[in-house]
């Protein structure tokens, strides 16, 4: 037999022994785990699940398709070699019940995140357990009720400015507290309103600084002494610390306990629910308080320490999420200490120059400096039968996300923006142009939008309250 007539005619010998039928059948799964029928899922093939999945990705848009100036909840830049590192099976192959010995080099990296944003927020101790900045707020009131608990006393209010982001409140009311709601003068803080809500019920007063107006509250020193002279403790909400990282921090303007939202401000992604996570700081008095385990440092090992004398307790199995703490290390790492100030100068800079090129076009209230976002009110657009919201939608026919609108809510159709610092000059200029030539449209087109997106315009109300989840083949 030629060579050639042996190559026409194999026998896949090989092939047959290792196919996937004999194989099944030489291993078969143990009895009691094997299914009795066939799984109800939808029978396509591979290639169309692909297709399905990148086509929702292309209808998505996020920080990698455009500009998303979405105020309040810093939506920046994701840099890709902190998702390279995420990604490395270093990272993705340890195990939460590994012993201290084989990953000290894991606990290393969380002690010194741990001292990191101890030091950028100016705090004594940090806890990286919590998974969200709405986590890190109920750690954090968890721990200042049962500080008031140790010392006696039975406090039962949170106070709160009226511009406080919707999860404060929400928090204080979870873990049982009355919430005071007080108002504001001129955007800030009203100092005599603050001295007459706060008292010996008052636990906490919880407030963010650059408040959400994107306004520097400067009598914050005061702010803390009235709230310290009433014997409650000052809570500081830092998801978003982009205008003050490396400039200030929350522990020289005497608050006692805060949250930091690593994927805001540092640089993890976010949206789409997870997964986040809200390291909470606190001051010495409050360090034998926090959750255990913290990660300690003993003749150059490091430890899970669970000898908190005062300890909460958990508030999330093991030890935070991981691969969002490993972002955010090697993202400090990067910047350093003067990259981190530059990040503050740029988100600054950023929001007032983009500021100054609407503020004549929509409303600015109250003071104009700003500092990482501002909010603008779109109360004007009534004239032309418009509200904030037509503008926003009518923003994603030009290609940009929206802004945040309607909160705070102490802002008649408020539209709230906050570029980062990430962004330059030209989006900036050509965001600014897009919202002025939206604002000179057919109010008929832009109370319609969108119009060019995968989705027109939805009832959010009922999306949100009877989304549609059921799967549907297209053209079924
Ligand atoms: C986003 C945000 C929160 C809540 O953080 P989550 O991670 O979404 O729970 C709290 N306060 C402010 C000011 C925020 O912007």
Redesign the pocket.
Known sequence: MSEYRQARYPRHLLIEEHSKERMVEENPLPESIARKEAPLIPDVPEYEVARHFTRLSQMNYGIDTGFYPLG??TMKYNPKYTEMLAKEPKATGVHPLQPEEDIQGCLRIMYELQRMLAEIGGMSEVTLQPA???QGEMTGLAIVHEYHKNNGNDRTEVVLPDTA?G?NPATAAMLGYKTIEIPSDDGCVDLKALEEAVGEDTAAFML?NPN?LGIFEEDVLEIADIVHDAGALLYY?G??LNAIMGKSNPGAMNFDIMHF?L??TFSSPHGGGGP?S?PVGVCEKLRSYLPVPIVTKKNDRYHLDHSLENTIGRVKGFYGNWSVLLRTYAYLVYQGKEGLEKSAERAVLNSNYLRKLLEDHLELPYRSLRKHEFVLSGKRLKDKGLKTVDLAKRLADHGYHAPTIYFPLIVEEALMIEPTETERKETLDNFADTVKKILDEDPEIVKSAPHNTAVKRVDETKAAKKPVVSFRMRGR
Do not use: E
């Open positions: 309040s909840c969200a900045g709405a982001h999860t963010t959400t909400d998801a978003n939202n994927h805001k986040g809200g």
